[in-house]
């Protein structure tokens, strides 16, 4: 049986994150420079039934049964054996690579459950549809998130531009367009549990004044889908300015994403924002493609410790 494989792209949140947690619209694209791979390979010299599991990446060689039962990488592959009504996964080896960052807001986590979830689910013969992909990688993400919204599932499977608000139908996005973005790291690991978790302190401590942000981040979100469909770059930059204000507001910004975020515009940005969970992680800048490079070098001399120039809504 030849290998079976599945991929998955990572993605940034252009406009929302922590207010789509409390039913506000966000926007998140899928970034194919980085991606996620799964290998599925038969081996017939296990025992029946075993999944052996490869993830040289972060060290892991292990045998599904021997990981614990809230591992990521064990629930995901338990949820596709349920899904595919088979009794039992045919033994293999599953292997797992990754070029996205971990616990730096590029959904590594999501990209790399979705991506076991096509190629196991392939392997079995019994392919999941993108919407049950989705819904499984929802239940997988809580192990991350605690409650998540459910954005980087949707975005990272369907691969597409999404206007999303929890428990609606998903919307595609339709750009008027491609355009640049300079994604810069902080170099900071901030797991997006614990922005979350203070969000929802702070909100239960002053309900009206975080109410408040929520809809002023919602509005952005709305108006950024109509900047997105008829190609108002300016516009779109000056929502993203305004984004990143409310999420300082909210309390999950950092030194160094604000000095980031500044040198971005001082480097001919249209504007800029952290994205994701914050803390740490990333921030994005959106930029005429002329002036890509120069930003991302300035963002390197300011200390990012990555830089990535990526075309959005590329064929892929
Ligand atoms: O840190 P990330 O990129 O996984 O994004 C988290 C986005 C939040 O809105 C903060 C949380 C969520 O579940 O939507």
């Known amino acids: 049986m030849p290998a079976i494989f599945g991929k998955a792209p990572g993605k940034v949140i252009l406009f929302g994150e922590h207010a789509v947690v409390y039913n506000r619209p966000a926007i998140a694209v899928p970034i194919n420079d980085v991606n996620a791979k799964v290998t599925v390979v038969a081996n ?15 060290g892991l060689e292990a045998t599904v049964g021997n990981l614990p039962e809230n591992d990521p990488i064990a629930k995901a592959i338990q949820l596709t054996k349920e899904a595919t009504k088979i ?12 070029t996205i960052p971990v616990a730096s807001g590029l959904g590594s986590g999501a990209a790399v459950t979705v991506a076991i979830m096509r190629a196991l689910s392939d392997f079995i013969g019994e392919p999941l549809s993108d919407s ?14 605690g409650t998540p919204s459910g954005i980087d599932n949707t975005v990272i499977t369907f691969n597409k531009p999404v206007y999303f608000v929890k428990g609606q139908p998903v919307v595609l996005l339709k750009l ?43 509005a952005i979100a709305k108006n950024a889908r109509e900047a997105l469909e008829t190609g108002e770059w300016v516009r779109l930059g000056k929502l993203m300015d305004a984004n990143h204000t409310l999420l300082q507001k909210l309390n999950v910004s950092s030194a160094k994403l604000d000095r980031l975020v500044a040198v971005a515009r001082d480097a001919g940005a249209l504007g800029a924002k952290l994205s994701g969970g914050g803390r740490g992680g990333n921030m994005i800048a ?28 590329e064929r892929i």
Not at 87 to 98: E, G, Q, V, Y
Not at 132 to 145: D, G, R
């Open 286 to 313: 959106l930029v005429p493609q002329e002036a890509a490079k120069s930003v991302a070098e300035s963002l390197r001399e300011e200390g990012a410790a990555h830089t990535l120039v990526t075309q959005v809504g």
């Open 176 to 218: 008027k367009s491609t355009f640049t973005l300079v994604i810069g790291d902080t170099g900071d690991r901030s797991p997006t549990k614990v922005a979350v978790g203070d969000v929802r302190k702070a909100w239960e401590r002053m309900p009206q004044r975080y109410e408040s942000f929520f809809d002023q981040i919602g």
């Open 44 to 58: 017939p010299r296990l025992s029946p039934g075993q999944v052996n599991v490869y993830a040289p990446d972060i």
């Open 87 to 98: 009794k039992m996964i045919p033994a293999c080896n599953l292997r797992i690579t990754s």
């Open 132 to 145: 049950q992909i989705s819904a499984l990688t929802y239940e997988v993400e809580k192990i991350h998130h």
